[in-house]
């Protein structure tokens, strides 16, 4: 069983367009994750949800919306996509917020290209 | 801010001999997390190892040990006896304790493994 998943691990689309990208944990966390992996392969935290509420969002473009419709979800809709939105996503999920040496276990990543 | 850099874009082994990937980091908290994560070629991101910054004894997986110096803000990971599929980016990774549940990573470590 897959852990946390993400669909799809592809996407290529032209500028311009809006895309989602969703993500499932199966391992009843509470907190779940989006970072960005660019070009030069350097992650960073965009999102983070504690239990369906937005607990950080680290300065970006309001073009990203992310979405919690149950604390298992953490969806990502892009708006308006821009080249320089090309990258991989990784979502993560771990136990809850302020639980210690919590682990923040990966999807497999989502490899978004935008042409 | 906290930062965590990683001196060593590239590293490669002999296989069954021992390599030790460099991290330093910059924190004024003085109880945190530490992590590495692996990803190999598949872009997974594998939990190696982590330390709580209040333990002072070195974590040590199998393979995998740490050596971590808190007054010099250092983490360094050493792999024994490397094996083929340790061939991977290594990526070192910071948490706060309480309050910022997100992980700032390193810029990463390429390491190869010589037959």
């Known amino acids: 069983d897959t852990a946390v998943s993400q669909t799809p691990k592809y996407l290529v689309t032209q500028m311009g367009n809006d895309k989602s990208i ?9 907190t779940m994750y989006w970072y960005k992996q660019d070009s030069k392969k350097f992650l960073k935290i965009m999102f983070s949800y504690n239990n ?12 990203f919306s992310p979405k919690s419709p149950d604390k298992a979800h953490l969806n990502l809709h892009i708006n308006s996509l821009e080249l320089g ?4 996503y990784f979502c993560a999920s771990s136990q809850g917020f302020g639980m210690g040496t919590d682990t923040q276990y990966f999807g497999p990543g989502t490899r978004l290209t935008v042409l | ?50 330390q709580e910054a209040y ?3 070195n974590a040590t997986e199998n393979r995998f040990s740490v050596n971590f110096q808190k007054a010099a803000k250092s983490f360094s990971l050493k792999i024994s006896d ?34």
């Open chain 2, 82 to 115: 490397s094996q083929l599929g340790d061939a991977a980016m290594y990526f070192c990774a910071y948490r706060e304790n309480f309050g910022n549940e997100k992980l700032t990573f390193g810029t990463g470590t390429r390491l190869t493994i010589i037959p």
């Open chain 1, 22 to 30: 969703k993500c499932e944990q199966n391992l009843g966390h509470d």
């Open chain 1, 52 to 63: 369906k509420e937005l607990i950080i969002n680290e300065t970006v473009p309001n073009r």
């Open chain 1, 85 to 88: 939105d090309s990258a991989v």
């Open chain 2, 1 to 50: 801010a906290q930062t965590v850099t990683q001196s060593q874009p590239e590293m490669s082994v002999q296989e069954a001999e021992t390599v030790t990937l460099s991290c330093t980091y910059d924190t004024s908290e003085s109880d945190y997390y530490l992590f590495w994560y692996k990803q190999p070629p598949s872009r997974q991101m594998i939990l190696v190892i982590r």
């Open chain 2, 55 to 57: 333990k002072q004894q």
